[in-house]
């Protein structure tokens, strides 16, 4: 039987699970908590935590998919994109030393579009963020 007290906690603005009994934990949890207050504050919102950015992730692909129009298709990516966006961004906060984040549109300029959300969503979100299209080597 585990003892209650022993148990992992995720904190709800930060989305880190931590031991609470744990020293070592809890300040590696202030240090992480400190460094999601300042993203936010760069970025003007909270990035999604795990659960929502998967919610975001699946809503985005039924509209991406199944979007009754090109408006609903590129909400649909949208959501795609941000959370991928988040989790990069939150992923950089674990490093010892965290470098400033990218923007969202250089975060795009660097993800293979069409991989993610198909050529012709694609083209129209590179011409949303005005991005201009990689140049392929010729065959």
Known sequence: MYDNAL???????????YAPYSAEDRRWHATYHARVDKLAAHLGRWPAGYSERERQKA?????????????????GAELVLTALYDREVLQSL?????????????????LDL?????????????????????????E
């Open 114 to 138: 069409a991989a993610v959300v198909g050529e012709e969503i694609a083209l129209h979100v590179r011409q949303q963020h005005r991005l201009r299209e990689k140049r392929r080597a010729h």
């Open 7 to 17: 148990s992992l906690v995720h904190c709800s603005l930060c989305d880190l699970g």
């Open 94 to 110: 674990h490093r010892q030393r965290p470098r400033q984040p990218p923007t969202f549109t250089s975060f795009l300029r660097n």
């Open 59 to 75: 809503d985005g692909d039924r509209l991406i998919r199944h979007g009754a129009n090109l408006a609903d298709k590129l909400s």
